[in-house]
C-alpha cells in the first residue's frame, strides 16, 4: 500500500487519529507502517463495521431449531451393509486421485504455553511427534496404502508463515514429495472499535486478527490452488484443524457416506461431554443441516434435555469436514460468499502520548460450516470422541496436550487388544500410521505373532 492509498483510505472513513500517528513517525517506522498493511483490505473491515451497525440484531441465534439429522453407529444388517458400501466408496474416491487434504494451521502456541506455530507442539506419546508430522506420516501412509498421491495443503497465517515453512524444509517434509505439500496464508481483517475506528497495536501497526477458518476457503480460491486441485481432477477437500491428533486423514467412511448423501459438505460429530462443553452443534434449521456455534446458540437450548434426560442437542462439532470444490468455487464467484461473526475483544492498545490503554473491540471472522447453507445438501456422520477428537486448546486440563497424549494411548492399546495383545495399564503406546492407519490393519500385521509388552512400545515403520 503507498502512502497516498493510506491517506485516501483513512480520510474516507474518518480516521485522523491514523492519519495523525502516521505523519508523526520516523521514516523508518513509516515505512514498516506501510509494509504491515500489504495484504490487509481495509475497505472491507468498513463495509463489515456498516453492516453491523445497521443490523441491530443479537448475536444469538434466534431460528427455529431442531436435533440434526446424524448418521449413526450401524445397529442392523441394513444398515451394516450400506456402511461397507460407503467404505469401499470411499476407497474408490481415495484411489482414483479424487481427494486432497487441508489442515488448517494459522494459529500460534501462545495460549500452550508454547513458543512457535501450534503445529510444531511436540504431542505424541513415546516419540514426542509434532502435530504436523503426525498428520504427514498419516497423508504418506494413506497415498502408500490406497496406491495414489494425495495433495497437502497447509493454511498458515501471516504470523507463522514463513515459520511453518522453514520447519518442513528443515525435517525434509517428514517423507512426502514437497511438490505434493502446498502452503497458502489464511486472510486477515483488523479490529475496529464500535464507534467505527482502527486500533494501533504498536508504533507500527494497527490490530489485527485472522479472518476465521472460513478464512480458509477464501483464502484456497485467492491463492490458485482451488483452481490447481480442480484442473488436477480432484473433486473432494478433507478438512480438519491442526490441534486434533486423532483427526482419521482421509477417511474412506466419512468419504463414501459424502458421496452417497450427495453432499456437498459433510461434518463428523461426536456426542457431547455435557451441556457446559464449548463446542458447536449440528442442529436443523427449517428442516435442512446447520452448525450454530456455542457462543451463539440459546443458553435454553445449549441446556435441553430429551424425554430421557439426555443432551437434545447432543451432536457436537469436530471441525472435520469433507467439501466438495465445487462448493468451494462457488462460494467465491462474486466477492466471498461466507458471513462474518462479530465478537467482542477487550484489546491492547497505545494512546496519542504513546501509553498503554485497553479499549473494547470488534473482531470480526467466518466460520467453515456457515458454508453448510450454501450447499445443496450436507451429511453429518456420529464418530466415537475417544477414537477421533481430542483437540489441544489449552495448557493444561481439559482439551491440553496431556489429555490428548493420553487419549492417544488409549486408543492404541485398544487396538492392540484388538489384535490380542495386552498391553500392562501403566505404560505407553505409540503407532505410527506407517506402521498401521486402524486396527484392522494393525491386526493383520500381528496376527500369530506372540507379543508381550514390557515397557514404552512404538510401532513405526
Not at 484443524?241 to 459438505?265: C, K, S, W
Request: glycine share 8%.
Amino acid at each position: 500500500m503507498t502512502e497516498t492509498a493510506l491517506f485516501e483510505i483513512l480520510k474516507t472513513y474518518n480516521q485522523q487519529h491514523i492519519t495523525d500517528h502516521y505523519i508523526n513517525l520516523p521514516d523508518e517506522r513509516k515505512r514498516q507502517f506501510l509494509e504491515g498493511l500489504q495484504g490487509v483490505n481495509l475497505d472491507l473491515v468498513f463495509k463489515i463495521h456498516e453492516n453491523f451497525m445497521h443490523k441491530k440484531t443479537s448475536p444469538v441465534h434466534s431460528g427455529d431449531i431442531r436435533p440434526a439429522s446424524v448418521i449413526s453407529t450401524p445397529k442392523t444388517d441394513e444398515e451394516n451393509a450400506r456402511r461397507e458400501e460407503a467404505r469401499q466408496l470411499g476407497e474408490s474416491l481415495i484411489r482414483k486421485h479424487a481427494t486432497a487434504v487441508l489442515i488448517v494451521a494459522g494459529g500460534q502456541g501462545s495460549r500452550l504455553g508454547f513458543d512457535g506455530p501450534k503445529g510444531t507442539l511436540p504431542v505424541s506419546p513415546v516419540k514426542g511427534k509434532t502435530l504436523f508430522q503426525l498428520f504427514c506420516e498419516s497423508v504418506g501412509a494413506a497415498s502408500i496404502h490406497y496406491d495414489t498421491t494425495i495433495p497437502l495443503l497447509i493454511m498458515t497465517s501471516y504470523e507463522n508463515h514463513h515459520e511453518t515453512v522453514k520447519f518442513f524444509n528443515e525435517h525434509t517434509f517428514f517423507g512426502l514429495n514437497r511438490e505434493n505439500v502446498h502452503f497458502f496464508q489464511q486472510g486477515r481483517l483488523p479490529s475496529i472499535t464500535p464507534q467505527g475506528k482502527l486500533i494501533l497495536k504498536d508504533e507500527t501497526g494497527i490490530f489485527e486478527n485472522p479472518d476465521g477458518h472460513g478464512g480458509s476457503l477464501k483464502a484456497l480460491h485467492d491463492s490458485g490452488l482451488l483452481t490447481r486441485l480442480i484442473n488436477q481432477g480432484i473433486t473432494e477437500l478433507f478438512y480438519c484443524q491442526v490441534d486434533n491428533p486423532l483427526a482419521t486423514i482421509v477417511d474412506p467412511l466419512f468419504l463414501g457416506y459424502h458421496r452417497m448423501e450427495n453432499a456437498e459438505i459433510s461434518t463428523k460429530a461426536v456426542k457431547r461431554k455435557n451441556i457446559d462443553e464449548k463446542v458447536g452443534v449440528c442442529v436443523s434449521v427449517g428442516g435442512k443441516g446447520a452448525i450454530i456455534e456455542y457462543s451463539e446458540m440459546k443458553e435454553e437450548d445449549m441446556r435441553a434435555l430429551d424425554k430421557d434426560g439426555n443432551i437434545l442437542y447432543w451432536a457436537g462439532n469436530t471441525a472435520i469436514h469433507v467439501l466438495s470444490l465445487g462448493l468451494i468455487k462457488r462460494l467465491n464467484y462474486h466477492g466471498f460468499a461466507l458471513p462474518y461473526h462479530r465478537a467482542v475483544k477487550h484489546i491492547d492498545t497505545i494512546a496519542h502520548d504513546s501509553k498503554k490503554i485497553k479499549v473494547t473491540g470488534w473482531k470480526f471472522e467466518t466460520f467453515v460450516f456457515d458454508a453448510i447453507s450454501f450447499a445443496g445438501k450436507a451429511c453429518f456422520m456420529e464418530v466415537i470422541r475417544e477414537e477421533e477428537f481430542s483437540p489441544v486448546k489449552n495448557k493444561e486440563g481439559v482439551d491440553s496436550a496431556e489429555t490428548a497424549r493420553a487419549d492417544m494411548v488409549n486408543l492404541y492399546k485398544g487396538w492392540l487388544e484388538s489384535a490380542g495383545v495386552v498391553a500392562p495399564p501403566d505404560i505407553q503406546v505409540e503407532i505410527s500410521p506407517l506402521f498401521a492407519l486402524n486396527k484392522e490393519e494393525l491386526s493383520a500385521k500381528l496376527k500369530d505373532k506372540n507379543i508381550t509388552i514390557q515397557g514404552d512400545l512404538y510401532l513405526g515403520q
